[in-house]
């Protein structure tokens, strides 16, 4: 088990940078990868990024590609995204989660952060 809590979401004008953590504890060691998801009001949940747990290439969404970066500082076990050029568009809930292996279910999930940009 995996406990994930989020935290930097607020309120930014568009145009404007925030950055996202995610502090990770417990059985950390048995994860394949982390990835941030979002989920606006009305709408599904939608993919962010992915990046290995034990490092390696980061994958982005096209709506995001260029303006998030994905990091991890592995001494206090968080990753972090850093979130530029928002758009009134990247307005969500934001969660980070993780998964035992590349085809399993993403099954440790935060409690979420909200992002709101305004315009």
């Known amino acids: 088990q995996v406990q994930l809590v989020e935290s930097g979401g607020g309120l930014v004008q568009a145009g404007g940078s925030l950055r996202l953590s995610c502090a990770a504890s417990g059985r950390t060691f048995s994860s394949y990868d982390m990835a941030w998801f979002r989920q606006a009001p009305g709408k599904e949940r939608e993919w962010v990024v992915t990046?290995?747990?034990?490092?390696?290439?980061?994958y982005y969404a096209d709506s995001v590609k260029g303006r998030f970066t994905i990091s991890r500082d592995i001494a206090k076990n968080t990753a972090y995204l850093q979130m530029n050029s928002l758009k009134p568009e990247d307005t969500a809930v934001y969660y980070c989660?993780?998964?035992?292996?590349?085809?399993?279910?993403?099954?440790?999930w935060g409690q979420g952060t909200q992002v709101t940009v305004s315009s």
């Open positions: 990046i290995p747990w034990s490092g390696g290439t980061a």
């Open positions: 989660a993780t998964r035992s292996g590349r085809t399993a279910a993403y099954t440790n």
